[in-house]
């Protein structure tokens, strides 16, 4: 294959598979928005935490490998729930933004707590799932099984979160969140709905963190701001999904990648920081034309 | 009960004539002479504290030159956050990447004192047109945005900026950095400091005429509703674009000063952490007061550096007890203290010191001035 057509092929792969992990972190911000109508800062926090815990688990204390991920998302969770009753319910009743300005203080807290118990370290590395790289055929891009086990893990939640929303659990969450005094009076506790999403939520993004992790070294506020930045393409690929459509996330999260992916291209090398540009570049213009986002389904789009 | 149903006492036909309304009236409270003298004492001793302290003036304590160095961060940092309350506090916009802001201040001003051999008060004077034309266009993107998806697009140019803009080596320096020397003058860090503080002066009075104005009142208006103010007659989007300028302006004379004050810039020093630690400083200041948000920014900036760990002694409580080095102290109490700010005491450290802000200025005090009920960042917009 040509030059360029190869280097694009490579970059569509690089950039799918990093979509997996800006889906992930979009899926819990999409469901965090239906449920609270926050924007959920701190939700790449919840997976460098959990990450941060999943290798405290593993290599300080040398558990296992199944056992240090089960703790790592039981944190992210736990946190997840902290959240919830320490910021987002004191808040319900405030405006908006403060209570994004509340989620952004729990990513900040989050940062400051992983900088103040792994100071010895700055620099973490922890061992893939399968540690192991292989070349696709033809288009030639490097890819790690940890990078396919997180494309199935995205697979496995969305199929998933697609059939719990059915189910009459499902049901009764959205219901909570369409109309919560309707859903009060017939009897689903929102109280219960709101610490169950937040969960929810914080589970996706423990998922993100501790599956994308092992591909880089990462410190604190890996997701953030570090080297995995996972937030604001997070919360593009949700503007994508309309904030409210959980395929859209899924679509969304795998297009910012590639776009993402754009700028590691040869004619970009010249350009500092061609990435960032690009998302920026990209926000700006689905904002100004698609406010609305475009992967929403039609019924939610005209709602 | 029945009282209260019984026929009422009749009106007298001519109860609104403006000769039986007579108010009573309390005249002003005026504070003793006993009072004026504790006022001027206070007063004295805050002055004191502001301008003798940092040059070892009538001072027992032996202030050194890194901690001058300190001190100028903390009034440069309150510019800073006087900056992001004119967003945040009076307009309700707020902005994840006002570290974009100071630091196009910042390489601007290093540039034209560096590669052009300008004066510094002119790099001043550019990187503040700098940092208000690049706000007015990121202002320009926002009046068709609402305000969650503006924060997002702040976000979003915070990082564009620190990695493309600041990127770009033949004006920042790139990775290297930028020198930045400090002005003939002001070369050592005793009267920087006094020129920082003298810009925070002028800082803090355009802020005092902005809020007394009509624009001030504009502003509080469209914070409050936009659609209601439009139809007094309020020009929204006019005000703003005027509420970004002013933010920009402020931004880059504070980006301005903190290259001087480095002397020597790299990009990477203009992050997303800077972006929160300005949200941290105006919110737990206290939005919409002036000496909140002054405080809140010293109070940061003191704990940023460790001065005000080492001041009080702290280092064996947080070193020894908790095990949390000095340097990361404001990042772990900088959050509580934002929820319990959020939750509890809405109107931050403002609240806090309102009634001694009151006394000082001749009032009486009351324990209870200055109460807010909520952090009233109101998003109608969003």
């Given at each position: 294959m040509s030059g360029l057509g190869q280097e694009l092929g490579?970059?569509?792969?690089?950039?799918?598979?990093?979509?997996?992990?800006?889906?992930?972190?979009?899926?819990?911000?999409?469901?965090?928005?239906?449920?609270?109508?926050?924007?959920?800062?701190?939700?790449?926090?919840?997976?460098?935490?959990?990450?941060?815990?999943?290798?405290?688990?593993?290599?300080?204390?040398?558990?296992?490998?199944?056992?240090?991920?089960?703790?790592?998302?039981?944190?992210?969770?736990?946190?997840?729930?902290?959240?919830?009753?320490?910021?987002?319910?004191?808040?319900?009743?405030?405006?908006?933004?403060?209570?994004?300005?509340?989620?952004?203080?729990?990513?900040?807290?989050?940062?400051?707590?992983?900088?103040?118990?792994?100071?010895?370290?700055?620099?973490?590395?922890?061992?893939?799932?399968?540690?192991?790289?292989?070349?696709?055929?033809?288009?030639?891009?490097?890819?790690?099984?940890?990078?396919?086990?997180?494309?199935?893990?995205?697979?496995?939640?969305?199929v998933m979160l697609a059939l719990f929303f059915r189910s009459p659990a499902g049901l009764t969450i959205q219901a909570a969140q369409q109309e919560p005094t309707a859903a009060e009076l017939v009897g689903i506790s929102v109280r219960r709905v709101s610490m169950l999403t937040w969960a929810m939520a914080a589970l996706l993004g423990g998922l993100a963190g501790i599956l994308s992790g092992p591909n880089l070294t990462f410190t604190a506020g890996f997701l953030s701001f570090g080297a995995g930045r996972a937030l604001l393409p997070g919360f593009m690929a949700a503007v994508l999904a309309g904030m409210r459509s959980m395929p859209g996330a899924v679509a969304g999260g795998l297009t910012v990648g590639v776009v993402e992916q754009m700028g590691t291209l040869s004619m970009m090398i010249e350009v500092p920081g061609a990435r960032a540009m690009l998302l920026f570049g990209f926000l700006l213009v689905v904002l100004m034309v698609k406010p609305h986002g475009i992967f929403v389904p039609r019924a939610a789009a005209t709602a | 009960m029945s009282e209260t149903t019984q026929v009422l006492p009749a009106v007298p036909a001519d109860a609104n004539d403006e000769t039986t309304v007579v108010p009573a009236v309390e005249p002003p409270f005026r504070p003793s002479r006993a009072g004026w003298t504790a006022r001027g004492v206070v007063w004295a001793a805050l002055a004191w504290v502001v301008l003798a302290l940092p040059l070892n003036i009538l001072s027992p304590f032996e202030v050194g030159v890194t901690d001058v160095d300190v001190a100028s961060l903390a009034v440069i940092y309150a510019i800073g956050a006087l900056s992001l309350n004119v967003l945040l506090g009076y307009c309700g916009q707020i902005s994840l990447g006002h570290q974009a802001f100071v630091g196009v201040g910042a390489f601007a001003s290093a540039y034209i004192v560096t590669n052009l051999q300008l004066s510094f008060f002119l790099a001043v004077g550019v990187a503040a047109l700098f940092g208000a034309v690049q706000a007015v266009l990121l202002g320009a993107v926002s009046l068709r945005l609402t305000g969650l998806?503006?924060?997002?697009?702040?976000?979003?140019?915070?990082?564009?900026?620190?990695?493309?803009?600041?990127?770009?080596?033949?004006?920042?320096?790139?990775?290297g950095g930028k020198p930045a020397p400090r002005p003939d003058f002001f070369t050592s860090g005793y009267r920087y400091y006094y020129l920082c503080l003298g810009f925070l002066a002028l800082v803090l009075w355009i802020d005092w005429r902005l809020t007394a104005s009509k624009a001030g009142r504009a502003m509080a208006a469209l914070r409050e509703n936009p659609r209601v103010a439009s139809s007094y007659g309020i020009d929204v989007r006019a005000y703003i674009l005027v509420a970004f300028a002013v933010s920009g302006l402020f931004a880059g004379v504070a980006g301005s000063l903190v290259a001087h004050h480095d002397?020597?810039?790299?990009?990477?020093?203009?992050?997303?952490?800077?972006?929160?630690?300005?949200?941290?400083?105006?919110?737990?200041?206290?939005?919409?007061?002036?000496?909140?948000?002054?405080?809140?920014?010293?109070?940061?900036?003191?704990?940023?550096?460790?001065?005000?760990?080492?001041?009080?002694?702290?280092?064996?409580?947080?070193?020894?007890?908790?095990?949390?080095?000095?340097?990361?102290?404001?990042?772990?109490?900088?959050?509580?203290l934002l929820v319990l700010t959020l939750t509890l005491y809405p109107g931050g450290i403002g609240q806090q010191v309102a009634p001694i802000r009151l006394w000082l200025t001749g009032h009486r005090f009351d324990r209870h001035a200055g109460r807010v009920d909520d952090v009233e960042v109101t998003d109608v917009r969003a």
């Open positions: 490579v970059a569509i792969v690089t950039g799918l598979l990093q979509g997996c992990v800006y889906a992930l972190v979009a899926l819990g911000i999409v469901l965090v928005f239906r449920a609270s109508g926050v924007f959920n800062f701190a939700q790449a926090e919840f997976g460098t935490t959990g990450l941060f815990a999943a290798y405290a688990a593993l290599t300080l204390w040398g558990w296992s490998y199944t056992w240090a991920i089960v703790f790592g998302l039981g944190v992210a969770v736990a946190m997840g729930l902290l959240t919830e009753r320490l910021v987002v319910h004191p808040l319900r009743n405030a405006s908006r933004v403060t209570v994004l300005v509340g989620t952004a203080g729990v990513a900040l807290a989050a940062i400051g707590i992983q900088f103040w118990q792994f100071n010895e370290t700055l620099i973490m590395t922890m061992p893939r799932i399968v540690d192991s790289l292989f070349l696709v055929p033809v288009i030639g891009a490097p890819v790690t099984v940890q990078q396919l086990i997180t494309l199935g893990v995205l697979i496995v939640a969305s | 998806y503006f924060a997002l697009v702040t976000l979003a140019y915070g990082s564009f900026a620190q990695e493309t803009l600041f990127g770009i080596t033949s004006l920042t320096g790139g990775e002397e020597v810039i790299v990009p990477s020093s203009f992050d997303f952490r800077l972006a929160l630690l300005f949200v941290l400083m105006t919110v737990v200041g206290g939005l919409r007061s002036r000496t909140g948000v002054v405080l809140g920014a010293v109070f940061f900036a003191l704990l940023e550096e460790g001065a005000l760990v080492s001041m009080f002694g702290l280092e064996g409580f947080f070193e020894g007890l908790l095990g949390l080095p000095t340097e990361f102290v404001s990042l772990v109490v900088g959050p509580i």
